[in-house]
């Protein structure tokens, strides 16, 4: 299956395999939609949209199991599964909201990048401890163990240094 988003319509398109030019359309946000993730172990599909609404789909069912205010003020988010499927990061102005997914309860919220209105998630560590994220503007990267409220690493990239991808 594929799924997109659009910057000019609120809806998600979901394509199956068995019948590839026909597009399932969900009405999915009240805003554009600018990330849209798969679960790593199940048919879940995280949507995030610029009114930092993130919505948790059953792709099975087309039905939203659970809507997370992620909070924020307009800026383009981002979001990203753990590995286990467990946890979802969302990114938007300034801040970095770690999810428990089976619950629906906001497990951190962390000023991610001062005075960047684009901040980004690159990945999650392996075992699902912690997250680094990237400020575009100031080509800074910060990595946060769970649970913990300042950056363990910060790496300077330099200004408007591309990052395309990363693993750790």
Not at 60 to 66: K, P
Not at 126 to 137: E, M, N, P, V
Not at 143 to 161: A, K, M, Q
Request: avoid cysteine.
């Amino acid at each position: 299956m594929v799924a997109s988003g659009s910057l000019e319509s609120p809806h998600l398109r979901i394509w199956r395999d068995n019948q590839p030019g026909v597009p399932t359309e969900l009405a999915a946000h009240n805003a554009a939609v600018d990330a849209v993730k798969w679960s790593p172990t199940d048919l879940l599909l995280a949507s995030a949209d610029r009114d930092h609404s993130v919505r948790l789909w059953n792709v099975s069912t087309g039905a939203v199991e659970r809507v997370l205010d992620a909070g924020g003020n307009g800026a383009a988010p981002d979001l990203a599964w753990s590995g286990d499927g467990k946890l979802v990061a969302v990114t938007g102005d300034e801040i970095l909201s770690i999810w428990d997914v089976g619950t629906g309860r906001r497990l951190q919220h962390l000023e991610a990048q001062k005075n960047d209105y684009a901040v980004r998630i690159v990945g999650w560590s392996q075992d699902a401890r912690s997250l680094t994220i990237r400020g575009s503007f100031y080509g800074v990267l910060k990595t946060w163990n769970l649970g913990e409220p300042t950056p363990t690493t910060t790496i300077h990239i330099g200004v408007f240094r591309a990052l395309m991808d990363m693993i750790f």
